[in-house]
């Protein structure tokens, strides 16, 4: 199973927002609202922001948010603040191989 | 503290195995599936398989099928993770990761394994 399609960087400036893709098929995103979401620090183990496609776990700022429509999910943060800058990672639930990473993202705070 | 504590960083020589352990500290674990992720230098992150804490039942992907071997332990709460045919292209960051059951939600993560196959 192919990693889901995420851009490889997107960047903003404090205060703005910014959207990040992910790009799946009709086996993963398409057919599960089984979608999470990671941040990365550099040399940090990922962090669970958003599941569920939309559902944020507790302690999890609302600056993040989530969608998805047809076979592409949606991570947004709003208010982008300098503590944002990580990786990101999209991950669904699959057919076949039960779970799926996307190829993730690095957000830049200018 | 809620925390999953892994064991410490290993090198090994090709072709060898290398078990990795993962134990669960602060939170019930029964109800958990337990995957394992890895994360090779510089690049993303790649979902290798569970186990379900409870029955044992495991997953993995076509491409570790084969070569990778998960297995719980109930009275230590710990879950252990074995690769064997180790090549130069399976060095990477190791992660256990705790999912309480039908959430597909990676909640609790280990701090990671640094695996190095080098002869």
């Known amino acids: 199973q192919s990693a889901l399609t995420q851009p490889a960087s997107v960047s903003g400036s404090p205060g703005q927002s910014i959207t990040i893709s992910c790009t799946g098929t009709?086996?993963?995103?398409?057919?599960?609202?089984?979608v999470s979401w990671y941040q990365q620090h550099p040399g940090k183990a990922p962090k669970l922001v958003i599941y569920?496609?939309?559902r944020r776990p507790s302690g999890i700022s609302d600056h993040f948010s989530g969608s998805k429509s047809g076979n592409t999910a949606s991570l947004t943060i709003s208010g982008l603040q300098p503590e944002d800058e990580a990786d990101y990672y999209c991950?669904?639930?699959?057919?076949?191989?039960?779970?799926?990473f996307g190829s993730g993202t690095k957000v830049t705070v200018l | 503290q809620v925390q999953l504590v892994q064991s410490g960083a290993e090198v090994k020589e090709p072709g060898a195995s290398v078990k990795v352990s993962c134990e669960a500290h602060?939170?019930?674990?029964?109800?958990?599936?337990i995957h394992w992720v890895r994360q090779a230098p510089g690049q993303g992150l790649e979902w290798m398989g569970l186990?379900?804490?409870?029955?044992?039942?495991?997953k993995s992907t076509e491409t570790f099928r084969y070569r990778v071997t998960m297995t719980r332990d109930t009275s230590d709460r710990a879950a252990y993770m074995e690769l064997s045919g180790l090549r130069s292209d399976d060095t990477a960051v190791y992660y256990c990761?705790?999912?309480?059951?039908?959430?597909?939600?990676?909640?609790?993560w280990g701090q990671g394994t640094l695996v190095t196959v080098s002869s």
């Open positions: 990761v705790s999912e309480y059951s039908g959430t597909s939600s990676f909640t609790i």
């Open positions: 602060g939170y019930a674990v029964t109800g958990h599936f």
């Open positions: 186990v379900n804490f409870d029955n044992g039942y495991t």
């Open positions: 009709r086996s993963d995103v398409g057919s599960y609202d089984r």
């Open positions: 569920a496609v939309n």
């Open positions: 991950c669904s639930y699959a057919d076949v191989s039960l779970y799926v």
